[in-house]
């Protein structure tokens, strides 16, 4: 297992959906032949120019599902073979839901382009589980797992009305039917929460509502040629370390329905030993969470010329 600088293991993490942005993964694509390289990857096996998207636009594009999710995939990608033989290789990988994707390329799991086909699917079966308008997404900051679990289980009503993302002891996130979702959001404030408010998301993600999008990709992923992970991938489903594929197909499909236990995952991590956190990939969303769980580890970040630079010079130092 490789070790950091310090002796101590060091874990690189990839963001989830809301971290894309305009502009992301230009500056390599133009400096780096090898980011160049990813980015024509993915494009040939999309079969249309995701690196035009990610560089140029439109927003309103970007934030299609079948789109955010290759595209944060390609630039994640890119940033990692650029900071290829420039820092020490990973003891352990993790990624917010479908950053465990990139984890998992990261890991050797799973081949770029399957990845990048995966995720076009995935995005596309979860825009299509459920109409328009029937689900919902709400964080509630300032709250914890037990309150907000209590607080759905009272909003449901017969429908659904889940955690989705355990981010942080600072935030969760529920999910589930619009009007039992705007229940709880409304339970939370009355309850205490420091702020309960809706989210502008598409699909309600991680909830028992996208079990169609879940069957959809089961059968994809069971169809994906898949290797024993190089590095243990702290999976999204319970939290625990992924050192098989039978067991990464597994817990990328139940991911798909299940909770995201982002918080449980990194503590995990910190008690595998971990003290240095490398976010790679559009954004500081991964990085600004860490903060929130424990402010004494070193999270660090790589998505642009000029954050890689600056960590790398702080990973030699």
Known sequence: MTQFTNGHPIAFIFPGQGSQI??????????????????AEADEALGYKLSQLCFEGPEEQLRLTEVTQPAILTAS???????HGRIPKPSFVAGHSMGEYT?????????????????????????????VGVGAMAAILGMDLAKVTA????????????????????QIVISGNTAAVERGAKLADERGAKR????PVSAPFHCALMKPAQDRLEADLKALKMQKPECPVACNLDA?????????????VGQVTGSVKWEQSMRLLIAEGVRTFLEIGPG?????????????VTCLNVGDEASLAKTVQQLAG
């Open 151 to 170: 607080i759905c289980n009272d909003a449901a009503q017969g429908e659904v009305c889940s955690p989705a993302n355990i981010n942080s002891p600072e």
């Open 22 to 39: 305009a502009g992301m993964g230009k500056d390599f694509a133009e400096k780096y032949p090898i980011a160049r390289q990813t980015f």
């Open 284 to 296: 500081k969303v991964l990085t600004g969470l860490m903060r929130q769980i424990d402010r004494s």
């Open 103 to 131: 984890a998992h390329v990261a890991a050797g799991t799973i081949s770029f382009a399957d990845a990048v086909r995966a995720l076009r699917n995935r995005g596309k079966y979860m825009q299509e589980a459920v109409p």
């Open 240 to 252: 625990s370390l992924v050192c098989d594929e039978a067991r990464a197909r597994e817990t990328l």
């Open 196 to 199: 309960a408010k809706l989210l």
């Open 77 to 83: 990608v890119a940033a990692l073979r650029v900071l």
